[in-house]
């Protein structure tokens, strides 16, 4: 304190003008770094109260500020313990509950007449109005006997409708409800949490508009709840919802926010029933939902007014639930294991030693014996600052965090030590219900993983902290310079303080554990002061100390450490003369110790801004680490002391339920301990003098030997899962065994062999049935469909070679004008317009042009005069719609680039009022009025005409050399070599001067040329298909294109027949391979596999598809093209042999079996299908080879086409 006035007086000398100079761009400055907190934020900041939490942040708290609390039962208390809650532990059976997943009638009686549900109600409306420690002490030793009936008797007495009611409700709503909740009339339930609104409850979705229905105000809310426990069966709910009040029906009474209602089960619109399966653990926990549910002002809690306030309420009495409910469940989980499971271990034997000495189990004893100190030492403290009327906001955290999770370990460690005892359910198992339920604890009223990153340092260093709020508080709050530099002096001198503590306290603190109360108070003054300067030097992180969360976590880990060792020395205190309790209280205070210091050190290793981890280090453990874990002497007396009769285990099993019963597993473990030590130690004593037993020696002996039998084993039942309530005749799977080969079942599996080589049989049968012999529809190339005649398509090899390019040749030499007037009569008149064709006249008297240059006209004119398809009004004559309806879109587009320059003509205007009237005639006639239109052009001897003579010289290519070329006249012996080639000479030829051998190209001459010489090849692989040639007529010049050759696509037949055969054939080779695998040996097995072979492994859909293929097959007749030696080809129909005709009859009558399991759920009686299907095999057999299918086919030809991209069919067989 000497260095924080130091410190203070000498900020105080800097002189004022200076002062202000530093401080008013500092303070504006962190103004603006400062989040504006929400009103949710400050409601959750400022909830409960700040007590000795505040202490461990100031660096200096002090065991002697605990004297003042007290957690003991007050007379009516342990009454209510020793009698009405012993009377219920009784009724409870854990593991029937379970199977029913849910309490009996008469224990839910039980609770509600006997006031379990109304403990925090005062008296004066009927509860019990039990202490913190009171109610908290019950919730304890019901969780000894069953989980689901602790949370069941916790959750009206923890934060709900009761407790609400008591510090918000209206006087009405208190008389109402509170008498009816106290006695069980009312069954509360609270809705706070929602799909996105776990812990994070402010953000919840849940809404509500203020508004008014039949002249009353109200609430009309929507709302979508889960993790309510106790849902499924309460009668009343509060109900948590974000209001409203767009029209401002409030007026000032009452503002927007999260409110607070409560609604009775049949309230209209409430939705309440459905449950959650929380991991098998039988507690009531469902969904409370409801759509446009109208909720007038008179229910919700404390009325209008309250409207708004319903978070602040919430954070108010959160802490009250939070440090009771749940920490007092797993404080029951804990007795259990530090009572049971020890004495267990001291009792059970293995290699003929208890198997509480093996070291092994004794750590497990140790941290049992040592966490349930530590638990309820937490439990007590926070009890007891709540019968002060304390809400410690920040404890409750940390004891709901660190107790639920200690005493997860402490059960998991029990489950250790109790091996097989521990995995096999049952009535003997007292811990396997225990251990599944502790998920639960861990998640609800805040996830421990949420508590302890967020919850427990972040809320505590805001709160807790003794200078901090304040001068945030001066940050969010106006303008306060002056508040300002108050606390920064404030906050500079603690940290200042603390430095020198923390450095002080590691160079004085105790080494001697003379004093253990002494000692080790001395160890915590040393780590608070440690934790608090550490968590000044923290705040260079500002605000992103919030978002750290592995660093809060460990600043978390090290405050709950510094709580709980407080609260162990205050326990300790106040319980020292229990034998037993100085080991196992140095063991724990060693242990927090050491959790406290890693917490610490982790926190300087991972701390994000360079230097300050060293620096922390330096502060506080200047000498290095002083803290380890317990030693493995400290281990060996925890667990010498707990797993024998001891004082410390009678603290322990204090406020746990032992049953009367001797045969409860539990009571004979805590009534045999004692005698079974007594008899080791007679059993050590005889084996060391080497005597016999005395005869009262011996019946110690063999009672505890009995006892010991009954509590090492476990329960086994007839049956479980669907075996409950099975026929007797009911064999469980595994029981299915084989047995000896036998010749039935020999001859069973020669039937079923004989069946699938039948059915084998039958598919290559009816292949040729099911193939295509003349014509293949899945033949398919570029998407051209196509026919062949004739091919046969059995064998996978099958080829067909077609070119590519066979279907344009189709197109282009087929198509004729009659067939493409229907197809173009198909069009509309919006979709004629987007016919691909750049026409090159409006009309078919080419008054106008439409070609897009002077160039392309002409090329129009010289060769496209003959061509309908350049003649827009050749389209225009032949569409659905009339083409003159102005309402279309494409009319106005139309209108503007055709019609309207067309009309400014006098022969224009002329040709649309004749267009606009024109009506359809017939094809014939269409398509003579286009050839009378342009048969008269002169444009077909124009391309012959228009061809100029060309002089061409030829050069053989191996004549390249043209100094080499001597050619000519021989007899001019003179002659020089010429750069070209002569002609062949004559004998009248002139010596004087060379000529060139050339030749002039005439139109016919060129014509005949290049059919017969320089295109032969080119021509030939045109007329064979393997070769297409296109030009591109242009401005400029004409592109012209010989494509390359096409080699013939060689294309496999569809091999769809012969993947359904192999198949068939495959399924069937692993059913019969199978069976032979799995049922071989057994006698009479085979029969019946054949049976149900369908219905099993091949299954009915796949019977009834080749019972159809074989009335297919039967309805068909097989056929084949026979050529005649004349030349004529006819088709003739094969004989049937008998044999195939039988087998293929017997597989049709797969019909009749799947008719009758259609049938078999109508019908009185099962029928007997194997008898009528005989008889309508034998029918069909005799009737198809008397009578077979003849054949009668014709052969058409069916060209359609409808437009571009159909396909066509050739013909039609």
Request: proline share 5%.
């Amino acid at each position: 304190m000497q260095a924080s006035k130091l410190t203070v007086h000498a900020l105080a000398a800097v002189p004022k003008r200076s002062r202000t100079f530093v401080y008013a761009p500092l303070y504006k400055f962190a103004k603006k770094m400062m989040p504006r907190m929400s009103n949710t934020e400050k409601a959750a900041l400022e909830s409960g109260t700040v007590g000795f939490d505040r202490e461990i942040f100031s660096g200096s708290p002090n065991l002697k500020m605990l004297d003042k609390y007290s957690a003991k039962l007050t007379p009516e208390e342990q009454s209510f313990m020793d009698n009405e809650v012993q009377q219920l532990c009784e009724m409870l059976d854990d593991t029937q509950i379970f199977r029913d997943s849910d309490l009996p009638l008469h224990v839910w009686k039980f609770i509600k007449e006997k006031g379990f549900l109304g403990m925090i109600i005062p008296k004066s409306y009927g509860g019990k109005q039990f202490t913190a420690h009171g109610h908290s002490m019950v919730i304890t030793k019901i969780a000894t006997r069953s989980g689901p009936a602790a949370v069941t008797v916790c959750v009206p007495n923890s934060l709900g409708p009761a407790e609400l009611l008591l510090r918000y409700g209206t006087e009405e709503q208190k008389n109402t409800y509170l008498p009816a909740l106290a006695n069980g009339t009312h069954l509360p339930c609270f809705g706070l949490t929602g799909p996105s609104s776990g812990s994070d409850a402010a953000n919840m979705r849940d809404t509500g508009v203020v508004c008014e229905k039949d002249g009353v105000l109200g609430i009309r809310a929507t709302f979508n709840k889960r993790y309510i426990t106790l849902a499924p069966v309460a009668t009343c709910v509060g109900l948590a919802i974000d209001v409203s009040d767009p029209d401002n029906l409030l007026k000032g009474n009452g503002h927007a926010g999260i409110t607070v209602a409560l609604l009775e089960r049949h309230h209209e619109g409430l939705e309440m029933g459905r449950r959650h399966d929380t991991l098998s653990v039988p507690f009531m926990n469902g969904t409370v939902q409801g759509e446009d549910v109208f909720i007038p002002m008179s229910k919700i809690i404390g009325g209008q007014t309250r409207v708004g306030f319903g978070w602040n309420m919430l954070m108010d009495c959160l802490a009250e639930g939070r440090s009771i409910s749940l920490p007092g469940g797993a404080v029951g989980g804990i007795k259990v294991s530090a009572v049971a499971a020890t004495g267990y271990a001291r009792i059970r034997k293995q290699f003929k030693v208890p198997v509480a000495t093996m070291e092994g189990v004794q750590e497990h004893l140790a941290s049992i014996g040592g966490n349930a100190l530590i638990t309820m030492s937490g439990q007590h403290l926070v009890n007891a600052m709540l019968n002060q009327h304390e809400q410690p906001a920040v404890i409750s955290g940390i004891c709901k965090q660190q107790i639920t999770a200690r005493g997860r370990d402490a059960v998991i460690q029990a489950m250790d030590v109790l091996g097989g005892a521990g995995i096999c359910r049952g009535p003997n198992n007292f811990m396997a219900n225990t251990f599944i339920s502790m998920p639960v604890a861990i998640t609800v009223e805040g996830a421990n993983t949420l508590t302890r990153s967020l919850i427990i340092y972040g809320q505590g260093l805001t709160r807790a902290h003794p200078h901090l709020y304040p001068l945030i508080k001066t940050l969010q709050d106006g303008d306060d310079l002056a508040g300002f530099k108050t606390h920064v002096h404030a906050l500079i001198g603690h940290g200042v303080s603390n430095t020198f503590s923390s450095l002080t306290r590691a160079a004085t603190r105790s080494r001697s554990k003379s004093d253990l109360l002494g000692h080790y108070e001395s160890q915590l003054s040393k780590l608070a002061a440690n934790f608090a300067v550490m968590s000044d030097m923290a705040l260079v992180l500002g605000g992103k100390l919030k978002f750290a969360e592995m660093i809060s976590g460990r600043f978390a880990d090290a405050l709950s450490s510094l709580y709980l060792g407080y609260s162990t020395l205050w326990f300790y205190q106040q319980n020292k003369s229990v034998q037993g309790i100085d080991p196992v209280f140095d063991y724990a205070m060693t242990k927090l110790c050491y959790e406290a210091q890693t917490a610490l050190l982790g926190i300087q290793d991972n701390f994000p801004v360079p230097g300050i981890g060293g620096a922390m280090r330096a502060v506080t453990f200047p000498f290095g680490k002083v803290y380890a874990e317990p030693t493995d002497t400290q281990t060996r007396k925890v667990a010498e002391i707990v797993s024998t009769d001891s004082g410390i285990r009678d603290l322990f099993a204090e406020s746990m339920f032992i049953s009367s019963n001797p045969e409860d597993r539990v009571a004979l473990i805590h009534n045999t301990l004692g005698k079974a030590v007594k008899a080791d130690a007679i059993l050590a004593t005889i084996r060391k003098e080497k005597r016999t037993a005395t005869a009262e020696e011996q019946k110690l002996i063999d009672e505890v030997e009995a006892a010991r039998e009954k509590i090492i084993q476990v329960d086994s039942f007839e049956g479980l899962g669907k075996e409950i309530g099975a026929p007797k005749d009911y064999v469980r799977p595994g029981l299915v065994e084989n047995t000896t080969i036998g010749i039935a079942g020999i001859i069973e599996w020669c039937y079923l062999l004989w069946k699938v080589i039948c059915s084998a049989i039958y598919l290559w049968v009816i292949a040729p049935t099911m193939q295509s012999d003349f014509s293949w529809a899945g033949f398919n190339v570029s998407a051209h469909q196509t026919a062949t005649i004739p091919k046969r398509y059995s064998a996978p090899d099958t080829k067909i070679n077609m070119s590519p390019a066979y279907s344009r040749q189709l197109l282009l030499n087929k198509l004729s004008p009659l067939s493409i007037l229907p197809m173009l009569q198909l069009y509309t008149w919006s979709k004629a317009m987007f016919i691909l064709t750049q026409y090159c006249w409006v009309e078919l008297n080419q008054t106008f042009e439409l070609a897009h240059t002077s160039k392309r006209q002409e090329r129009c004119k010289l060769r496209q005069s003959s061509n309908a398809a350049m003649y827009l009004e050749a389209v225009l004559l032949n569409v659905i719609q009339p083409f003159m309806d102005t309402t279309t879109p494409t009319f106005l587009l139309f209108n503007k680039t055709v019609f309207t320059p067309v009309s400014t003509t006098t022969i224009g205007k002329a040709w649309i009022a004749n267009l606009s009237t024109n009506t359809w005639i017939s094809m014939e006639g269409e398509n003579a009025r286009w050839l009378s239109s342009v048969n008269d052009s002169p444009t077909f001897a124009e391309l012959y005409t228009s061809f100029t003579p060309h002089n061409v010289i030829v050069i053989p290519p191996q004549w390249r050399n043209i100094s080499s070329f001597y050619g000519g006249n021989p007899l001019y012996s003179n002659g020089a070599p010429t750069p070209y080639i002569q002609p062949s000479f004559l004998f009248d030829d002139s010596c004087t001067k060379p000529k060139k051998d050339q030749f002039t190209l005439e139109a016919n001459s060129v014509l005949f040329a290049m059919q017969a010489i320089n295109f032969t090849m080119d021509l030939s692989t045109l007329l064979e298909l393997k070769r297409e040639a296109y030009f591109f007529d242009g401005d400029v010049s004409q592109l012209k294109i010989l494509t390359k050759r096409f080699e013939l696509s060689s294309l496999a037949a569809n091999a769809v027949v012969f993947i359904l055969h192999d198949y068939y054939f495959n399924l069937c080779t692993f059913a019969y391979c199978f069976s032979a695998q799995q049922q071989f040996n057994e006698n009479g097995n085979f029969l019946f596999f054949n049976q149900v072979v369908g219905a099993v492994w091949i299954g009915r859909p796949l019977l009834l598809w080749r019972s159809i293929g074989a009335m297919i097959a039967l309805s068909t007749a097989k056929n084949h093209l026979y050529t005649s030696p004349i030349g004529l080809t006819r088709l003739e129909k094969d004989k049937i042999p008998l044999v195939e005709n039988m087998l293929v009859a017997g597989e049709a009558m797969w019909f009749l079996y799947v008719v009758q399991d259609i049938l078999m759920p109508l019908l009185p009686i099962n029928p007997a299908t194997p008898i009528p299907s005989l008889t309508v095999w034998i029918r069909i057999v005799v009737y198809t080879h008397v009578a077979p299918v003849s054949i009668k086919s014709t052969m058409e030809q069916a060209c359609s086409i409808t437009n571009s991209g159909h396909s066509t069919t050739s013909m039609v067989l």
